[in-house]
């Protein structure tokens, strides 16, 4: 398929529509079979890319690292520290100074504000490494996952997302099943649904694209039947402290165990989380729930995330695949 993405800028995924999610998709698969044979060939010699932070990662900075260094680019990683942006220097002036002296930048950080004023004032390609409301380029990787762990087209997949349904992850993959024709369900408490504006947007674009969307307040009536069973943090970066009990009282109903799993009545249904995950107590903040709360596991347990049915590292993995397509789509 061919598909001219040159210059543009991946804000959401309506940036790039179901043509353009498709054609980056079948790129990612081709540049992950060029590196596995190791005959990749570099498109992007004497490019630079800026990669500005204002929240920490591992698997998006280190996605779009090693893309670039695949393909030859050069990049910049400008931490929360690194520049003045928000502080003695406004993003439109920042967008054009690193428009001046870039050919991309990478965004990852708080207000969707923020990255549209990147893409408006650098003139260059701007990316969206994950913001409050969207993460695009995630959902680029759990669709190439799911494509690989499944042998029906996307058209024909049932996902069912439970957990807090109100942020980025869970928005961009509302925004992606209905712009992609998926069989899509959210099981979450209604006051943790998607926003109503963001619903309606996603209900306009099911039509034509033949999607179903289907919002539940219970776990199990979600997932029946799906093939991929979607979870992520109950308490999202940069929330306070005081949120955590609440929180916890709400969704430990939407906890995915192997109870929820069998709800599936599937026996290939597989687990996704987009990462990091609290299924053990084996990190300080895993040990502080478990302190507080008396959980030793959050959103997933350690029997399903260590389980067979388990696909995270795959999703991991192909955050590599879809960045680098995104790049050289982009920029070659």
Known sequence: MSFNLKGRSLLTLQDLRARGVNHLLEM?????????AGTEQQHL??????LLFEKTSTRTRCAFEVAAFDQGANVSFIGPHDSQLGEKESVKDTARVLGRLYDAIEYRGFEQQVVQDLATWSGVPVYNGLTNQYHPTQVLADFMTMQESSRKPLSEISLAYVGDARFNTADSLLEGAAMMGLDFRV???RSLWPAQALIDQANAV????GARLRFCESARHAVEGADFVYTDVWVSMGEPPEVWADRIRQLR???VNADLMAATCRLDSKFMHCLPA???RDTRLGEQVWRDHGMDALEVTEEVFESPASIVWDQAENRLHTIKALLVATLA
């Open 253 to 255: 109903p939407f906890q």
């Open 206 to 209: 099911a039509g034509p694209s």
């Open 45 to 50: 010699r004497g490019r630079n890319i800026a």
């Open 187 to 189: 099981g979450a408490p």
């Open 278 to 280: 609290l299924h053990n």
């Open 28 to 36: 990612a698969h081709e540049l992950k079979r060029a590196k596995m």
